[in-house]
């Protein structure tokens, strides 16, 4: 079904007598009801909305919701969103879904500001600290690169892997980087000093393929990293002691994703079509089946709240016990939602509570290569060797929009922090600009001369992005 936000022309709608009262139900995101119904003036405005929702949800004074019914959003008065439904009767409750909006906005990526040199063979991952002042590159040169973001220069190589740098995570504290190479070895970085930590950690028999931190708010101290391997394995890794505490076997084939949710449990995506969700002693908690061939991708709603929770906008200062009510928050006494994407081309929603789907997504023509939450939780994006981006409802995975324009494979997407813009990594050599709310580009952005393999908008504050590929610059974006 289109869930494409429909644009309502006057004089396509009949508008009811202003003095007509109409029942309306207030329904979450999960298809709960605030309160059972409300008789209200058909001349009720979204202000209005906001102030009756904010009592009936005990909500913060200062949160600000949007309002849909059929997809198509309240913008004026109710009497504008009814005359939009010609199979609505007045006998008949009126139901408004709610979705609570961010309170900031971030400015549009639109220009480059700088390409940066130094890599000497293709950055093949590319991550910013929590707050945006340092980007970490890693590249086929063996080296990991820190960038100042506000001098655009470097700050340090880090020399210690023997192969490619495939993978690499900043811990939730932002003191230090897990990274991962193609020769299978991890190896910690104490980014005050700039050096490694000890020696490369050795273990897995083949290339790593991911590298996750467990949650601040489950580890204050984050003590512990987990690796993924193409030899199907994840080892977890003490910092501390700098030694392999507890290996999984976990897949008989290669480990294309792993991840570390804030309920506790890891969750591995396979060449073997399966998901397995494990707890940090090694023992299988699910497995999840559902997809015809290897899964590439996975992500959690929360990804982006374990990621800044133990932060806040405009504060470097590090607040550890803030993280699990954050996290808290954004789980809403739910369990955390999983979406997979596969080489069957399809999508799939889950819980790791069930070991099959609760709905499987279809549309992609080619193998889907990256899926991703919106920050809020309320949208998926997928990038896909069919050159397009889709994206999907967070919530029951409908299909909501299909965005078109590179002319190359979509490698990578990465969310503004706000929820409103993703930007897009290809083959084509470009970085694309997309706004969710017209669901169509917004900003062309070329400047590699090669494929672009990574891209991450910084997560607060959002003013930069950083984006690395195949002609081994590190490019910086800016609005």
Known sequence: MDQTKKKIKPNQITLLPPDTRVFVTLINPYGEEAQKSLELSVNTTKEELQSILQQLVKTEEDQVYSFFHNNIELIDTLNQLIASDPEYKLENTFSLTYHPQSLFRIQPITRQTAALEGHEQPVLCVQFRTHGDVLATGSGDTTIRLWDMLTETPIATLKGHKNWVLCLAWSPDCKYIASGSHDGQVCIWDVETNSLKGQPLIGHTKWVTSIAWQPMHLDEECTLVASSSKDGSVRIWSRISLSCLISINA????????????????????????????????????????HGHWVNSIALHTDYTIRCACFS??????????????????????????????DDQTL?????????????????????????????????????????????????????????????SVYQVSWSSDSRYMLSASKDSTLKLWSLQKKKLAFDLPGHADEVYAVDWAPIGGEKAGSGGKDRRVKIWRH
């Open 251 to 290: 897949h008989q084939k290669a480990i294309t994703k792993m991840l570390w949710g804030g309920q506790g449990y890891i969750y591995t995506a396979s060449e073997d079509t399966t998901i397995g969700v494990w707890n940090k002693s090694g023992k299988r908690v699910q497995e999840l089946k559902g």
């Open 313 to 342: 906008e405009g504060n470097t200062e590090i607040n550890r016990k803030q993280a699990k009510v954050i996290y808290d928050k954004m789980l809403n006494g739910k369990n955390e939602r999983l979406v997979s994407g596969s």
């Open 348 to 408: 799939m929603l889950w819980e790791y509570t069930s070991s099959k789907p609760k709905v499987r997504m279809t549309g992609h023509q080619q193998q889907v290569n990256h899926v991703q939450f919106s920050p809020d939780g309320r949208y998926i994006v997928s990038a896909s060797f069919d050159k397009s981006l889709r994206i999907w409802d967070g919530y029951n995975g409908n299909w909501i929009a299909t965005l078109r324009g590179h002319v190359g």
